[in-house]
Protein backbone atom coordinates (compact mmCIF):
# COMPACT_ATOMS: atom_id res chain seq x y z
CA UNK A 1 0.00 0.00 0.00
CA UNK A 2 0.73 3.52 -0.09
CA UNK A 3 2.41 5.89 2.31
CA UNK A 4 -1.00 6.51 3.16
CA UNK A 5 -1.63 8.58 6.49
CA UNK A 6 -5.34 6.85 6.96
CA UNK A 7 -4.40 3.70 5.76
CA UNK A 8 -6.15 1.64 8.33
CA UNK A 9 -9.19 3.79 7.00
CA UNK A 10 -8.46 2.98 3.41
CA UNK A 11 -8.62 -0.85 4.06
CA UNK A 12 -11.98 -0.44 6.17
CA UNK A 13 -13.35 1.24 2.84
CA UNK A 14 -11.47 -1.20 0.54
CA UNK A 15 -13.53 -4.28 2.31
CA UNK A 16 -16.59 -2.40 2.38
CA UNK A 17 -16.89 -1.97 -1.02
CA UNK A 18 -15.40 -5.80 -2.08
CA UNK A 19 -18.02 -7.20 0.11
CA UNK A 20 -20.94 -4.31 -1.42
CA UNK A 21 -19.76 -5.65 -4.37
CA UNK A 22 -20.29 -9.51 -3.29
CA UNK A 23 -23.44 -8.90 -1.78
CA UNK A 24 -25.40 -7.35 -4.75
CA UNK A 25 -23.92 -9.65 -7.35
CA UNK A 26 -25.68 -12.72 -4.99
CA UNK A 27 -28.69 -10.40 -4.07
CA UNK A 28 -31.74 -11.53 -6.91
CA UNK A 29 -31.50 -9.06 -9.71
CA UNK A 30 -35.08 -8.38 -8.82
CA UNK A 31 -33.92 -5.94 -5.86
CA UNK A 32 -32.50 -3.93 -8.33
CA UNK A 33 -33.74 -4.20 -11.63
CA UNK A 34 -37.96 -5.14 -12.38
CA UNK A 35 -39.19 -8.26 -13.01
CA UNK A 36 -39.51 -7.89 -16.95
CA UNK A 37 -36.04 -6.09 -17.25
CA UNK A 38 -37.13 -3.83 -19.11
CA UNK A 39 -35.55 -0.71 -17.13
CA UNK A 40 -32.30 -1.78 -18.72
CA UNK A 41 -33.46 -2.83 -21.80
CA UNK A 42 -32.51 0.58 -23.49
CA UNK A 43 -28.87 -0.90 -23.08
CA UNK A 44 -28.22 -3.84 -25.19
CA UNK A 45 -25.61 -6.60 -23.13
CA UNK A 46 -27.07 -4.20 -19.78
CA UNK A 47 -25.47 -6.99 -17.42
CA UNK A 48 -22.34 -6.91 -19.66
CA UNK A 49 -21.62 -3.20 -19.08
CA UNK A 50 -22.50 -3.43 -14.97
CA UNK A 51 -19.57 -5.87 -14.86
CA UNK A 52 -17.18 -4.08 -16.60
CA UNK A 53 -18.06 -0.84 -15.23
CA UNK A 54 -18.01 -2.57 -11.57
CA UNK A 55 -14.43 -4.39 -12.14
CA UNK A 56 -13.19 -0.87 -13.83
CA UNK A 57 -14.20 0.66 -10.53
CA UNK A 58 -12.60 -1.88 -8.42
CA UNK A 59 -9.27 -1.34 -10.50
CA UNK A 60 -9.19 2.16 -10.23
CA UNK A 61 -10.19 2.24 -6.63
CA UNK A 62 -7.52 -0.23 -5.79
CA UNK A 63 -4.42 1.43 -8.26
CA UNK A 64 -5.60 4.22 -6.36
CA UNK A 65 -4.01 2.87 -3.03
CA UNK A 66 -0.82 0.71 -4.53
CA UNK A 67 2.19 1.27 -6.36
CA UNK A 68 2.63 0.86 -9.77
CA UNK A 69 4.35 -2.37 -9.01
CA UNK A 70 1.83 -3.75 -8.09
CA UNK A 71 -0.70 -3.25 -10.77
CA UNK A 72 -0.69 -6.88 -11.76
CA UNK A 73 -1.40 -7.95 -8.40
CA UNK A 74 -4.50 -5.90 -8.49
CA UNK A 75 -5.12 -7.47 -11.80
CA UNK A 76 -4.80 -11.00 -10.51
CA UNK A 77 -6.88 -10.76 -7.38
CA UNK A 78 -9.78 -8.78 -9.35
CA UNK A 79 -9.95 -11.62 -11.76
CA UNK A 80 -9.78 -14.78 -9.23
CA UNK A 81 -12.49 -12.14 -7.22
CA UNK A 82 -14.51 -12.49 -10.50
CA UNK A 83 -14.61 -15.68 -10.79
CA UNK A 84 -15.47 -15.88 -7.24
CA UNK A 85 -18.18 -14.46 -7.98
CA UNK A 86 -19.07 -16.62 -10.74
CA UNK A 87 -19.00 -19.81 -8.61
CA UNK A 88 -20.97 -18.03 -6.02
CA UNK A 89 -23.44 -17.27 -8.37
CA UNK A 90 -23.80 -20.91 -9.47
CA UNK A 91 -24.64 -21.98 -5.54
CA UNK A 92 -28.00 -19.84 -5.59
CA UNK A 93 -30.61 -20.79 -8.09
CA UNK A 94 -31.64 -17.32 -8.65
CA UNK A 95 -28.56 -16.16 -10.54
CA UNK A 96 -26.21 -17.45 -12.82
CA UNK A 97 -22.95 -17.81 -14.12
CA UNK A 98 -21.66 -17.12 -17.73
CA UNK A 99 -18.11 -17.07 -19.54
CA UNK A 100 -19.14 -14.02 -21.01
CA UNK A 101 -19.27 -12.24 -17.48
CA UNK A 102 -15.53 -12.86 -16.27
CA UNK A 103 -14.41 -11.51 -19.85
CA UNK A 104 -16.43 -8.25 -19.14
CA UNK A 105 -14.95 -8.67 -15.94
CA UNK A 106 -11.62 -8.83 -17.39
CA UNK A 107 -12.02 -6.21 -20.00
CA UNK A 108 -13.26 -3.61 -16.74
CA UNK A 109 -10.09 -5.05 -15.14
CA UNK A 110 -7.87 -3.84 -17.55
CA UNK A 111 -9.76 -0.70 -18.80
CA UNK A 112 -9.39 0.41 -15.21
CA UNK A 113 -5.66 -0.19 -14.98
CA UNK A 114 -5.09 1.62 -18.52
CA UNK A 115 -6.47 4.48 -17.17
CA UNK A 116 -4.81 4.01 -13.91
CA UNK A 117 -1.96 4.01 -15.68
CA UNK A 118 -2.31 7.24 -17.62
CA UNK A 119 -2.45 9.01 -14.84
CA UNK A 120 -5.35 8.37 -12.23
CA UNK A 121 -3.52 5.81 -10.40
CA UNK A 122 -2.35 6.64 -6.78
CA UNK A 123 -5.30 9.31 -6.72
CA UNK A 124 -5.35 7.99 -2.54
CA UNK A 125 -2.44 10.19 -1.77
CA UNK A 126 -3.30 13.34 -3.93
CA UNK A 127 -6.66 13.19 -1.81
CA UNK A 128 -5.12 12.44 0.99
CA UNK A 129 -2.77 15.91 0.54
CA UNK A 130 -6.12 17.95 -0.99
CA UNK A 131 -7.81 17.21 2.31
CA UNK A 132 -4.51 17.78 4.48
CA UNK A 133 -4.46 20.89 3.09
CA UNK A 134 -7.71 21.98 2.71
CA UNK A 135 -7.69 21.52 7.03
CA UNK A 136 -4.82 23.57 7.73
Known sequence: ??????????????TLIVAGVLLATLAPASWFFNATGSS????????????????AFLSLWFCGLFQKSRYWRIAAALLLFG????????QVSYRSAEWRDI??????????????????GGWGQRVENWYTNRTR
Not at 1 to 8: G, I, K, S, T, W
Not at 40 to 55: E, V
Not at 103 to 120: D, E
Open 40 to 55: MSWLPYADKWLHAGTF
Open 103 to 120: LANAVGIMTGLTVAAAGL
Open 83 to 90: LFVEFCQL
Open 1 to 14: MLALRHARLWRVLS
